[in-house]
């Protein structure tokens, strides 16, 4: 799907009042039955911003039929003045979303943006109008916070409205931050939602249920149906129309540990060899995120998003280029989770980078035992820790400092320190990772970490083996982390945070000075 570019221009709100009353006279005394709603197309879902940057950002809705989006936005929320605006076709081939990208924005400003959809004929009948807000990258060094989480809908755990919904969106929200990174796991394409659950205390959760959520995703509709029942979460729209997104994916968006080859239906491979499965599920994920592509490369998902002098994100992609087997030993030296051209551009970026803080977004952990993701257990580097060693000694290499690892996927939360004196590979600055999560999911026990980079978990919080797996939301261990970066000081605060908005475990990490390449 294309993003539409904005045009800039500048009304006032006379005008627009003047415009907009004159559009409304001539529709009525034209077409009278237009005024009627069911003949206004209508904001479906909701709307969105993403992967906002100093000057500019994605804006994205879904309409409930074909229909013209059309984008206006201000510095001020009054709308006393406007910035711009910008139009788009929501079609049929796109579920009816549409995204525009407002380009050429002031930088560190409280940008105000409105939406609504016009009808595509002559007549222009418009529907309500909804409104958002974001706030763009500073160009000066300036104070920056955001959160981070993933897994979303999972293990059969939905909307239940009795039990406040979404409730962990709500605290985030709360949170007030500059943008919001989610790790990985927005929708359970492979978890139906069922219409009740019996929880352990004997009660029971009741779930919204839809028809595309109460099976397995195989069609398109069926994957794009998945993420329309996020939507219907009142905390869930709520957050996104004030915070901005910076999507990327991991598993569940397709299948459970999925793989570019080997993880198929019964519809099989296209003709180069791709899964048609995987197609449909990328389709659906990229209609539905407010994802600035790369003109290079369409439907990638790796990317930087530069956040002022201070701080640069990198989003990784550790699902759409791994080697199609399973992680473990079996003399197959040829393994990867990055590949070449992906961990090229990481390196590249990286070097290039001058912001303070360098946060590197995976969908996985890097030192948990799994056969899904990087760590084998214990002993120097093997197989898909080749790539990751060889990151890690490039960054040492090349005077990069700062970096830290955000992750999710785990369904716990911590806080890994890595300390090449306590590891089996030893050629690496001491990093830390951070992981929290879930959103909204079944929350899990705590992993094993192997000593290759000589993790150590400093703080963890997950369910005891007498709580079991897949507890449910409303028992509280619910998790995301928020990230402040001092504007003064350059001073990282990184707390790992509940459902409650409980402090768990902080920590301030201090900027190093630059180093020089060796």
């Given at each position: 799907?294309?993003?539409?570019?904005?045009?800039?221009?500048?009304?006032?709100?006379?005008?627009?009042?003047?415009?907009?009353?004159?559009?409304?006279?001539?529709?009525?005394?034209?077409?009278?039955?237009?005024?009627r709603?069911?003949?206004?197309?209508?904001?479906?879902?909701?709307?969105?911003?993403?992967?906002?940057?100093?000057?500019?950002?994605v804006?994205?809705?879904?309409?409930?039929?074909?229909?013209?989006?059309?984008?206006?936005?201000?510095?001020?929320?009054?709308?006393?003045?406007?910035?711009?605006?910008?139009?788009?076709?929501a079609?049929?081939?796109?579920?009816f979303?549409?995204?525009?990208?407002?380009?050429?924005?002031?930088?560190g400003?409280?940008?105000?943006?409105?939406?609504?959809?016009?009808?595509?004929?002559?007549?222009?009948?418009?529907?309500?109008?909804?409104?958002?807000?974001?706030?763009?990258?500073?160009?000066?060094?300036?104070?920056?916070?955001?959160?981070?989480?993933?897994?979303?809908?999972?293990?059969?755990?939905g909307?239940?409205?009795?039990?406040?919904?979404?409730?962990?969106?709500?605290?985030?929200?709360?949170?007030?931050?500059?943008?919001?990174?989610?790790?990985?796991?927005?929708?359970?394409?492979?978890?139906?939602?069922?219409?009740?659950?019996?929880?352990?205390d004997?009660?029971?959760?009741?779930?919204?249920?839809?028809?595309?959520?109460?099976?397995?995703?195989?069609?398109?509709?069926?994957?794009?149906?998945?993420?329309?029942?996020?939507?219907?979460?009142?905390?869930?729209?709520?957050?996104?129309?004030?915070?901005?997104?910076?999507?990327?994916?991991?598993?569940?968006?397709?299948?459970?540990?999925?793989?570019?080859?080997?993880?198929?239906?019964?519809?099989?491979?296209?003709?180069?060899?791709?899964?048609?499965?995987?197609?449909?599920?990328?389709?659906?994920?990229?209609?539905?995120?407010?994802?600035?592509?790369?003109?290079?490369?369409?439907?990638?998902?790796?990317?930087?998003?530069?956040?002022?002098?201070?701080?640069?994100?990198?989003?990784?992609?550790?699902?759409?280029?791994?080697?199609?087997?399973?992680?473990?030993?079996?003399?197959?030296?040829?393994?990867?989770?990055?590949?070449?051209?992906?961990?090229?551009?990481?390196?590249?970026?990286l070097?290039?980078?001058?912001?303070?803080?360098k946060?590197?977004?995976?969908?996985?952990?890097?030192?948990?035992?799994?056969?899904?993701?990087?760590?084998?257990?214990?002993?120097?580097?093997?197989?898909?820790?080749?790539?990751?060693?060889?990151?890690?000694?490039?960054?040492?290499?090349?005077?990069?400092?700062?970096?830290?690892?955000?992750?999710?996927?785990?369904?716990?939360?911590?806080?890994?320190h890595?300390?090449?004196?306590?590891?089996?590979?030893?050629?690496?600055?001491?990093?830390?990772?951070?992981m929290?999560?879930?959103?909204?999911a079944?929350?899990?026990g705590?992993?094993?970490?192997?000593?290759?980079?000589?993790?150590r978990?400093?703080?963890?919080?997950?369910?005891?083996?007498?709580?079991?797996?897949?507890?449910?939301?409303?028992?509280?261990?619910?998790?995301?982390?928020?990230?402040?970066?001092?504007?003064?000081?350059?001073?990282?605060?990184?707390?790992?945070?509940?459902?409650e908005?409980?402090?768990?475990?902080?920590?301030?990490?201090?900027?190093?000075?630059?180093?020089?390449?060796?």
């Amino acid at each position: 799907m294309a993003i539409a570019i904005a045009a800039k221009r500048g009304l006032t709100r006379r005008q627009l009042l003047v415009r907009s009353a004159a559009t409304i006279a001539v529709g009525s005394l034209a077409r009278p039955y237009l005024s009627r709603a069911a003949d206004r197309p209508a904001i479906a879902c909701g709307i969105q911003s993403g992967d906002v940057s100093a000057k500019s950002a994605v804006i994205w809705a879904r309409a409930d039929r074909a229909a013209r989006m059309q984008v206006e936005y201000s510095s001020v929320e009054s709308f006393a003045s406007i910035l711009g605006s910008s139009s788009a076709d929501a079609l049929p081939d796109s579920d009816f979303t549409s995204k525009v990208l407002l380009d050429g924005l002031p930088p560190g400003q409280d940008i105000f943006y409105r939406v609504r959809f016009e009808n595509r004929d002559e007549s222009g009948i418009a529907g309500e109008m909804q409104r958002g807000h974001f706030r763009t990258a500073p160009a000066e060094r300036g104070s920056v916070s955001f959160v981070w989480s993933g897994d979303t809908a999972g293990q059969g755990w939905g909307i239940d409205p009795a039990r406040g919904g979404m409730r962990t969106y709500r605290t985030m929200r709360d949170n007030r931050p500059d943008f919001f990174i989610h790790s990985g796991d927005h929708i359970y394409a492979d978890c139906p939602v069922p219409s009740e659950l019996k929880l352990p205390d004997g009660e029971t959760w009741r779930n919204i249920v839809t028809e595309e959520k109460s099976v397995v995703a195989h069609s398109l509709a069926q994957f794009r149906g998945n993420y329309k029942y996020n939507w219907l979460d009142d905390n869930f729209r709520a957050f996104h129309a004030e915070v901005p997104i910076l999507a990327q994916w991991d598993d569940h968006e397709v299948t459970n540990d999925w793989s570019p080859i080997g993880s198929a239906d019964e519809t099989g491979y296209a003709d180069d060899g791709t899964s048609k499965l995987v197609a449909r599920a990328r389709r659906a994920f990229h209609e539905f995120m407010p994802i600035r592509e790369p003109p290079e490369q369409g439907g990638r998902i790796y990317r930087k998003i530069g956040y002022g002098p201070l701080l640069d994100v990198f989003l990784i992609d550790m699902r759409s280029y791994r080697d199609s087997t399973w992680n473990k030993r079996d003399g197959n030296s040829e393994t990867f989770i990055l590949g070449a051209t992906q961990l090229a551009w990481l390196k590249r970026e990286l070097a290039a980078s001058d912001a303070t803080w360098k946060v590197i977004a995976a969908d996985l952990p890097i030192g948990l035992i799994s056969e899904d993701a990087i760590a084998l257990g214990d002993g120097p580097p093997e197989r898909r820790e080749h790539e990751i060693a060889d990151l890690l000694s490039f960054t040492k290499r090349a005077g990069i400092r700062n970096t830290v690892w955000l992750t999710a996927d785990m369904h716990y939360t911590a806080a890994h320190h890595y300390d090449p004196d306590k590891a089996q590979f030893q050629d690496f600055e001491p990093f830390w990772e951070f992981m929290s999560g879930p959103i909204h999911a079944g929350t899990g026990g705590p992993g094993v970490l192997d000593n290759t980079c000589g993790p150590r978990a400093t703080y963890l919080n997950a369910c005891s083996s007498q709580e079991g797996d897949d507890l449910a939301p409303c028992f509280g261990k619910q998790f995301f982390g928020h990230v402040a970066i001092d504007g003064a000081s350059g001073v990282m605060t990184v707390t790992l945070k509940d459902v409650e908005d409980r402090a768990l475990w902080a920590i301030d990490l201090d900027p190093k000075p630059k180093a020089h390449p060796v």
